[in-house]
Every structure is written in C-alpha cells, then in structure tokens.
C-alpha cells in the first residue's frame, strides 16, 4: 500500500522561506517519478513541479520558477520542495504526489497514480 507523508507547512511572512517535505513508502521509490501540486481555496489543483527518477529533469510552473527547488533522496524515499521568496499567492494546501507508472515522467495533469493528506502553507502580507 502506498503511502505519501507530507510534513514541513506552516504560516510564514511574505519573503519568507519554506521546506516542505514527503515520505514515501509501499513501492521502490527510485522508480517513480513524483511531483508536488497545490491547491487554494476556491481554485482548482494546480502542478507546481515534477523530478524525474534520478532528478535530472525538474520541470517548475511559471509562477514558481527561479523561486522553489524540488529534489529528491532516493535512499531516503523523500521529496524535498524548497520554497523561497514565498508570496502571498503561493497560499494553499500543498500534495505531494507519486506517478502511477514506474520510469514515466508526471503529468501537469495526472491521470492516476498516488497523493499524500496535504501540508497547509499560509503567506501573510
């Protein structure tokens, strides 16, 4: 059974820093890709960025790129998203997500696969 732990959100002041955090167990995490995707209050669930299998490719959403970081530790079945320079609009419930194919790279929209409970990240301005 697949399971996906994420851990590290929280309230922060705009320009502020976060690290958020995924654990992932139930399959050989090093042969899945993952993802992370948020979702704010009255929006639909949006990707924020992908990391292949071994984090050579990290594609990033336009509002966040150059700002969060997202790299992975195989040995430790963990996801990392390093979220800088946070803005009030980066608020929202923050997923951490796993492919459901193993060596397919995640989809901006994905059909299938597996989501942890979500962190809650708040920016104040």
């Known amino acids: 059974q697949v399971q996906l732990v994420e851990s590290g959100g929280g309230l922060v002041q705009a320009g502020g820093s976060l690290t958020l955090s995924c654990v992932a167990s139930?399959?050989?995490?090093?042969?899945?890709?993952m993802g992370w995707f948020r979702q704010a209050p009255g929006k639909d669930r949006e990707f924020v960025a992908a990391?292949?299998?071994?984090?050579?490719?990290?594609p990033y959403a336009d509002s966040v790129k150059g700002r969060f970081i997202i790299s992975r530790d195989n040995a430790k079945n963990t996801l990392t998203l390093q979220m800088n320079s946070l803005k009030p609009e980066d608020t929202a419930i923050y997923y951490c997500?796993?492919?459901?194919?193993?060596?397919?790279?995640?989809?901006?929209?994905?059909?299938?696969?597996?989501w942890g409970q979500g962190t809650q990240v708040t920016v104040s301005s």
């Open positions: 139930g399959r050989t995490f090093s042969l899945y890709a």
């Open positions: 990391i292949s299998l071994t984090g050579g490719y990290t």
């Open positions: 997500h796993q492919g459901r194919d193993p060596n397919i790279m995640v989809s901006r929209s994905p059909d299938g696969g597996f």
